[in-house]
């Protein structure tokens, strides 16, 4: 069996996961210090009132980041690339809300398809492609979207194939749909 050479983890890569380590470490410093407030409200029955009231504001900023959000910004980077020339199964942008899983998994695993080629060819883009690849199938894992698939999913292989610009586009929507949901 020829081993496969995994690409190197770029600077981009490392940023990112810098800053999602001092995104955790300011959430918990904050949520030291609500502990600490709520210590201190809690003699005060209207400080308690207050608190609890605005614990129920919605949440903006980094609370509501797109857990695909490294994904898109790989996906941009990938996007105008000229050395990577592939027909892929391209799932519907359009699928009923309970497909939606299945849909982002067959986009995932068609940038697997990708990222073989890019290996083979020796792409630009090589490590965009398999960094897209690794954090969708690690997110997919670790936060199932659905526990069932309806039986009118269709499975990937029963798609069109686009070319490599059109899927980029439909795997693009379908990310941002699922960020806005």
């Known amino acids: 069996m020829v081993g ?6 770029n600077s981009t890569g490392a940023l990112s996961r ?5 995104t955790h470490l300011k959430s918990i410093c904050l949520q030291y210090q609500l502990y600490l407030l709520l210590k201190s409200l809690s003699k005060n029955e209207m400080g308690l009132i207050i608190f609890f009231l605005c614990a129920y504001v919605p949440k903006t900023g980094a609370a509501a980041h797109c857990k695909w959000a ?4 790989d996906l941009e980077q990938i996007k105008a690339s000229k050395d990577i020339d592939v027909i892929l199964y391209t799932a519907n942008t359009d699928e009923d809300k309970e497909c939606q899983e299945p849909v982002i998994r067959c986009f995932f695993l068609e940038t697997k398809v990708i990222f073989e080629e890019c290996l083979i060819k020796q792409c630009s883009k090589t490590q965009d492609v398999f960094n897209i690849w690794k954090n969708g199938i690690a997110s997919l894992e670790n936060n199932k979207l659905n526990s069932t698939t309806s ?8 798609y069109e194939e686009k070319n490599f ?4 586009q439909s795997f693009v929507k379908v990310i941002q749909k699922d960020c806005k949901h």
């Open 165 to 168: 610009s059109e899927f980029i």
């Open 151 to 158: 039986a009118k999913c269709k499975e990937c292989e029963e």
């Open 4 to 9: 496969m050479a995994r690409p190197t983890q």
């Open 18 to 22: 810098l800053e999602s380590q001092k």
């Open 70 to 73: 490294e994904v898109l910004k």
